[in-house]
């Protein structure tokens, strides 16, 4: 599970392995969404590949996209798209939303 601060910029790392090693994610497109536990979208995620020859990816959104994100949890997971359009999805991961205390 992921805690998060709703109207914070938002910025998960990930790295993928594979039997110990990095796995290389050079032309492959990758896609997130967030929804709730009903289904409904609340976002789609932007996903930035930083290291694709190591496998390491950051999803995430700036402040102000997230500013009206319903509190409570979500889910996400990530898919991934090659060159002959066969997908791949991970596992679902929890995404905790909070009101943080400071508002200003």
């Known amino acids: 599970m992921v ?3 709703r109207g914070d910029s938002l ?3 990930l790295s993928f392995i594979a ?3 990095p796995v290389d994610i050079t032309g492959i497109t990758i ?3 967030l929804r709730d536990a009903r289904g409904a979208l609340i976002s789609d995620l932007d996903v930035t590949i930083k290291d694709a020859a190591a496998g390491v990816v950051v999803v995430g959104l700036g402040s102000s996209e ?3 994100f319903p509190l409570g949890s979500a889910l996400s997971n990530l898919t991934f ?3 002959f359009g066969n997908k791949f999805s991970t ?3 929890v ?3 909070m009101e943080s205390i400071t508002r200003a």
């Open 3 to 5: 805690e998060f601060y």
């Open 11 to 13: 910025a998960i790392r």
């Open 19 to 21: 039997a110990g090693s």
């Open 31 to 33: 896609t997130s969404q």
């Open 66 to 68: 997230t500013a009206d």
């Open 81 to 83: 798209t090659d060159a």
């Open 91 to 93: 596992e679902p991961f």
């Open 95 to 97: 995404l905790k939303i």
